[in-house]
């Protein structure tokens, strides 16, 4: 049994088919990139997995985690999951902080609902996982507005929020794109460090070749709601067989592998 | 907090505002404890005394001293409204949460009976409650309550639906949040700025519906003293004595100019999200 298995996934917005028949599978503690152009499919589909659309998308196929079949539940029988089976990190660390919440209370909050821990208990809980996603001085900032943290620091909360009720799967949906590129790298290196230690599976979202590279052994290229081409990161970049991800390889060697090229 | 405070009492209205409702307040809690007069003692004597230093505000027909009267009408005043917005604020705040977070047609449904409900006049609505169910405080306050709740409803709909699609939510969501901890840790505090600003006006159009509704017999039980009241009952003497009519005029004006532009002033202090640089 896998743990994740999605087949002929299709969400649709009224008339508009923006996910077609997309079909992932991710084993305990692998990871998997998931790479395409803003606007192929990749973040819907990661939030389809966990059902998390916005009203009014219309979604078929099959998602199974762990066995069971996700698409068609109701919101109370997945919402357990969500946090504590399969957790998120996203885009806009900033955004997606609550701006009136104190961070401890944030990174506490699924450990709250998932195990029931007391408010006082999350907070020391919360603590401790400031300190294992690398923040400074962890008991000042657990007490800290997201506002006081820099772009990186908000990251590395929305992980410790991620990883707090220990999922099975991490799912992060560009974790680094908001981010300036030195912070970029300490962020990648903090979260397969994690996912190493906790054993858990990740799925890597991103536009960006390189990134996705570092991360992840397998790749996944999306393509206007379609995954085009999938298979071991290496063989995916030294033999593309599809021209979009040939265009993409292409692409990446112009702008990050060819310092030599660029102006000076 | 203490960073809104500072600049709501550094713009010139917002310090108006705070200024006269609190006089307001003030007279409230003094009338509980002194008035120089019994409000409602007749004194044959002073039967249209002029403002002297016995009768600060002059006397009315039956003698009654009328400073007094506007001192104990501010108690009914400010009882009647701060009721009247903890009920348009609580019964606003569910509707808009209802309207905003049910699926399909009861949202649908909410939303139609908020818009439909509102355009009926708060006044309108609680001249009708007030017909069905008699004139008494808990009545008046029923009926400005629900009324301006109409309005808090639309107001909040748009703000908690507005808070409902932030990133935030959805990251709450991903951590296994439902709706209820959805609602009371994320939307709530978020749409409370929003709501606190809305809940000073609603308090300054509330002293005037109360006020409207005295003065035209649908209000508290005619013995307590009330502005509205007092206008009803000396208009007669507006071409004789006009000078007694300044008195509950004067306290009514005082009273929704403060509460405004305590309202203005909070909008424009409380928003954190500009201080916050």
Same mark, same amino acid.
């Given at each position: 049994m896998r743990l994740l298995e999605v087949e002929d996934l299709t969400v649709r917005f009224g008339d508009s088919t923006?996910?077609?028949g997309v079909r992932l599978s991710l084993g305990a503690g692998e990871r998997l990139g998931l790479i395409g152009e803003s606007g192929s499919g990749k973040t819907l589909t990661a939030l389809a997995v966990a059902g @998390? @659309?916005?009203?009014?998308a219309a979604v078929t196929g099959s998602v199974r985690f762990e066995g069971s079949e996700l698409l068609g539940r109701r919101e109370r029988a997945i919402a357990p999951l969500r946090g504590a089976g399969i957790g998120f990190v996203f885009q806009e660390p900033l955004t997606a902080l609550n701006p009136l919440m104190r961070i401890g209370a944030q990174i506490g909050e699924p450990l709250r609902i998932h195990r029931g821990l007391s408010r006082r208990a999350a907070r020391g809980a919360a603590a401790e996982l400031a300190a294992r996603v690398g923040l400074p001085d962890p008991e000042r900032i657990v007490r800290a507005y997201p506002h006081q943290l820099s772009g990186g620091q908000r990251q590395r909360v929305g992980i410790a929020i991620a990883i707090a009720a220990r999922p099975a799967l991490i799912v992060a949906d560009e974790p680094t794109t908001a981010l300036d590129v030195t912070v970029q790298a300490e962020i990648l290196r903090l979260l397969t460090a994690l996912v190493e230690e906790e054993g858990s599976a990740l799925l890597f979202i991103s536009h960006d070749l390189a990134v996705v590279a570092q991360v992840s052994r397998r790749l996944a290229v999306m393509r206007a709601g379609r995954v085009v081409e999938e298979g071991p990161t290496l063989d995916v970049l030294r033999d593309p067989r599809e021209p979009y991800t040939r265009q993409l390889v292409a692409a990446a060697r112009a702008t990050s592998w060819n310092p030599q090229e660029t102006p000076s | 907090m203490t960073g809104a405070f500072r600049s709501l009492v550094r713009s010139r209205s917002g310090l108006l505002g705070l200024a006269l409702s609190a006089v307001v307040v003030a007279a409230t809690l003094v009338s509980l404890v002194w008035?120089?007069?019994?409000?409602g003692a007749v004194d044959p004597r002073a039967s249209w005394a002029p403002v002297s230093g016995a009768h600060w505000f002059g006397a009315d027909r039956l003698g009654r001293d009328l400073f007094s009267l506007v001192l104990a009408g501010a108690r009914t005043t400010l009882l009647v409204s701060l009721a009247a917005t903890v009920v348009a604020a609580v019964t606003g705040t569910l509707l808009a949460a209802a309207a905003a977070v049910t699926p399909g047609w009861v949202r649908a449904a909410v939303g139609y009976g908020i818009d439909v409900l509102i355009a009926f006049p708060t006044l309108l609505l609680a001249m009708v409650l007030v017909a069905v169910h008699g004139a008494s405080t808990l009545t008046a306050v029923l009926a400005i309550g629900l009324g301006e709740g109409f309005f808090v409803a639309r107001v909040m709909r748009a703000e908690m639906t507005r808070v409902l699609a932030a990133d935030y939510v959805l990251a709450a969501r991903a951590g296994g949040a439902g709706t209820w901890r959805i609602l009371y840790a994320h939307v709530l505090p978020n749409a409370l700025p929003t709501l606190t600003v809305l809940l000073s006006l609603v308090m300054a159009i509330a002293v005037l519906a109360e006020a409207a509704l005295s003065y035209l017999g649908y209000? %508290?039980? !005619? !013995?307590t003293p009330t502005w509205g009241r007092m206008l009803h009952d000396l208009q007669t003497q507006l071409t004789i004595?006009?000078? %007694?009519?300044v008195w509950p005029g004067l306290a009514i004006v005082a009273t929704v100019l403060g509460f405004n532009l305590l309202g203005d002033g909070l909008r424009d202090a409380g928003d954190p999200k500009a201080r916050r640089t």
């Open positions: 923006v996910v077609a @998390l @659309l916005p009203p009014g | 008035t120089p007069y019994d409000p209000g %508290v039980p !005619s !013995s004595r006009p000078q %007694v009519l």
